[in-house]
């Protein structure tokens, strides 16, 4: 089955700094990959995805890369802010209304 | 995005007994699953919800500690039956549509057995 690994398990960022999560996948029928946020108390909350057919997407201080040759996509946070402070999820699926495998997970801590 | 519900949002239980957990969205999904999240952990799928018929379990779950009903294309229930300690956890149900990547999540239910 899917294997998905993220790095690093904890980010430490000062405020305006710019902040990167990277995940690898080991299935090369993987096609979807989403980024969950999750804020303590709460339920995971999706923040951005890409598909295998698109190299990079962006969604205002937010953005992700995939490289499907070398089977990794990364999360890319701009400009953080006190409120990006929270734990950060990749995840991978083949087929759309597929099961998600998920990585480890990233808390991320942006100090004022 | 469909809006998710959860009941109840956390219990706390004692060992031996059973606790059934209530996901209610509010439009009609195709996919509902449920998953669950180990105290700083990260989230593992538990099965998938079929309307109608039985639920698709992953490895490492069985049908008797984990029973899951749907009854409707809104509407999901699972129990964790039977539980220890070590089944305190925050369970979430998520839902997606057939021909549609994205799964969105509920708030969870945060279980403490004693």
């Known amino acids: 089955g899917e294997n998905v690994e993220q790095h690093p398990s904890t980010l430490s960022v000062q405020e305006g700094d710019s902040a990167v999560i990277k995940c690898t996948y080991s299935?090369?029928?993987?096609?979807?990959f989403p980024w969950y946020k999750q804020e303590l108390g709460k339920g995971p909350q999706l923040i951005i995805d890409?598909?295998?057919?698109?190299g990079e997407k962006k969604d205002q201080r937010i953005a992700v890369t995939l490289n499907k040759t070398a089977k990794h996509f990364s999360l890319h946070i701009t400009e953080t802010q006190p409120e990006d402070s929270a734990v950060y999820f990749c995840?991978?699926?083949?087929?759309?209304?597929?099961?998600?495998?998920f990585g480890g997970g990233t808390r991320v801590l942006v100090k004022p | 995005s469909a809006v998710i519900s959860q009941k109840p949002s956390r219990d706390i239980c004692q060992r031996g007994t059973s606790l059934t957990i209530q996901c209610q969205v509010d439009?009609?999904?195709?996919?509902m699953f449920w998953y669950r999240q180990q105290p700083g952990q990260s989230l593992t799928l538990i099965a998938t919800a079929n309307q109608g018929s039985e639920a698709t379990y992953e490895s490492g779950f069985v049908i008797d500690k984990f029973p899951i009903s749907r009854p409707n294309l809104t509407f999901s229930t699972l129990t964790v039956s039977n539980m220890s300690p070590e089944d305190s956890s925050i369970y979430l149900c998520?839902?997606?549509?057939?021909?549609?990547?994205?799964?969105?999540f509920g708030p969870g239910t945060r279980l403490t057995v004693l």
């Open positions: 998520s839902v997606g549509s057939t021909g549609s990547d994205t799964q969105y």
């Open positions: 439009s009609q999904v195709t996919m």
């Open positions: 890409i598909r295998s057919n698109v």
């Open positions: 995840a991978a699926s083949q087929a759309a209304g597929n099961k998600l495998t």
């Open positions: 299935d090369s029928a993987s096609n979807y």
